[in-house]
């Protein structure tokens, strides 16, 4: 769902039906997962015991009412794309998973570079972050040259909290959904022609793995699999590291 918001086009109107009439154009346009997706696109994980700062946490398959042998995935990356004119050939990196450092639901945007970069090929690139929970609010990242002589380049951010307007409520992510219901609002709501559109994409990945080999462990208190950086690795990227505190400071709070 949030794959798609990021991925629609405008609606026509600011109406419930216009907005997830846009969200199922997205959906039904994501690339069919095959073969070669699924063995090189995709990470399933499950998490393992570990001590986290001082606190020993049990792997899924020691948990009260798990299966020894459960091959349950508590963890997902994904490169997948989305065909159609705006977005083809654009990857979408999504992850998920349980057991991780932090918290967080966010947006990372990067901006294509130009062909030709003024402040040469280590200049900072210029990234869009949109923080859904917790700490909502948005981070811009750019490449600002640097005072003095010559023409390097250094990242700078600007930073907008939504907790900065004092006369507005946050909601948490329940009471958004218990009031939108209340008020029949059905905006945040899956449609269901949304919902198979959905279970068309993922259910190869479920066909997939029940292959012994595509379930990769990882320690608790960690960002997923090793796997899942590779995956960025080969196309020259990196995960993002976040804090529940968006603006990045010299204290990061888990």
Request: with cysteine.
């Amino acid at each position: 769902q949030v794959l798609a918001m990021v991925g629609m086009e405008p609606p026509a109107q600011i109406n419930a039906d216009s907005i997830r009439d846009e969200v199922v154009k997205v959906l039904q346009c994501l690339k069919p997962l095959e073969e070669d997706d699924l063995r090189n696109n995709l990470v399933l994980g499950q998490y393992t015991e570990s001590d986290v700062r001082g606190q020993h946490l049990l792997g899924y398959r020691e948990e009260p009412g798990v299966a020894e042998d459960s091959r349950t995935e508590t963890y997902v990356g994904l490169k997948a794309y989305i065909n159609n004119w705006r977005w083809n050939g654009v990857p979408f990196y999504v992850r998920t998973g349980k057991r991780l450092p932090t918290r967080v639901t966010e947006v990372v945007i990067h901006f294509k570079s130009t062909p030709h970069p003024v402040f040469g090929q280590n200049a900072p690139e210029n990234k869009l972050i949109i923080r859904i929970q917790p700490d909502e609010g948005i981070q811009m990242s750019f490449g600002l040259k640097e005072p003095g002589a010559g023409f390097k380049a250094k990242e700078v951010k600007m930073n907008f909290h939504y907790a900065d307007l004092q006369e507005t409520q946050m909601l948490t992510a329940y009471e958004r959904l218990l009031l939108d219901a209340l008020n029949g609002d059905a905006t945040l709501f899956a449609r269901s022609d949304a919902v198979e559109a959905c279970w068309k994409y993922v259910q190869p990945i479920l066909d997939f793995k029940q292959d012994p080999q595509a379930l990769f462990g990882y320690a608790c208190g960690t960002w997923g699999p090793k796997e899942s950086n590779d995956l960025l690795q080969r196309d020259g990227r990196a995960w993002r590291y976040p804090c529940k505190n968006l603006t990045d400071t010299d204290y990061c709070e888990l």
